[in-house]
């Protein structure tokens, strides 16, 4: 039993955890990565393993630190995943819009958060016609331009929400390592991994998560048993 009673902050992610991602951001790092004459493969495992992180954070360590370098391939990765977003080939995944209507309807704020910068969120929201979805709306640039594992996402929606007055009393949901350690760096009193995306539950485990659920779709129950 919980000594906080009311999780009335809830900050999901979006690919992998509310969106279906379906190898898209791979794709995009490949196209990125084609693009400026770099070779994929040496990427890739990188990429796969730092899954949720602020993308240009990850392509500064790939490019060893150069920033012009790190911000071209960038804005080439949110070109690529944009083109593959206005494709058609993105979706939610089963229940999230649900999930996302059943939890405010019950009086809590959601937030929706993403390594993404805003261009590429907001092609997405529009995409899945989920402009009014949520509460709000985050990426990096939001919180000082430090994505995940950084907690500064989740600390900016209990700011600029107000939603509670203690962040033991947010629940963060992500389906990556890095989405765990926000999580569990941030005090959310609910970290849930899923395992609709990226990441195992034994990965998800490890790096803070309090609960693994087979998707978002189980959050609202895992967030009533909580409080009971």
């Known amino acids: 039993m919980s000594s906080v009673t009311e999780m009335n902050l809830i900050v999901l992610d ?9 190898g898209l951001v791979e794709r995009a790092f490949t196209a990125a990565a084609e693009r400026l004459g770099e070779d994929p493969a040496t990427m ?6 730092t899954m949720g992180e602020s993308k240009i954070s990850v392509f500064r360590h790939l490019l060893g630190g150069d920033e012009a370098r790190a911000r071209q391939a960038n804005l ?24 996302v209507a059943a939890l405010r309807e019950q009086g809590r704020t959601v937030v929706l958060t993403t ?16 402009r009014d979805l949520a509460d709000l709306t ?26 509670v007055d203690d ?10 390592s890095y ?3 926000t999580g569990a760096r941030s005090g959310a009193g609910i970290v849930a991994g899923v395992l609709t995306g990226a990441h195992d539950g034994p990965a998800l485990t490890r790096h803070g998560a309090t609960h693994v659920l087979a998707s978002v779709a189980e959050l609202p129950a895992a967030i009533r048993e909580y409080e009971s």
Not at 14 to 22: I, L
Not at 138 to 156: F, I, K, S, T
Request: glycine share 12%; net charge negative; charged share 20%.
């Open 44 to 49: 890739i495992d990188h990429v796969r393993a």
């Open 76 to 99: 080439a990765f949110e070109e690529a995943y944009g083109e593959l977003v206005s494709d058609g080939l993105i979706a939610p995944l089963p229940g999230a819009a649900e999930t």
């Open 14 to 22: 979006m690919a992998g955890t509310t969106v279906a991602d379906d």
């Open 167 to 176: 962040v033991r009393r947010t629940v963060v949901a992500g389906d990556t």
């Open 179 to 181: 989405d765990m350690l």
């Open 115 to 130: 390594g993404f910068a805003r261009v590429t969120q907001d092609a997405i929201l529009d995409a899945l016609g989920w």
């Open 138 to 163: 985050l990426c990096p640039a939001d919180a000082g331009g430090r994505g995940r594992p950084y907690p500064d996402m989740v600390l900016a929606a209990l700011l600029r929400t107000g939603a």
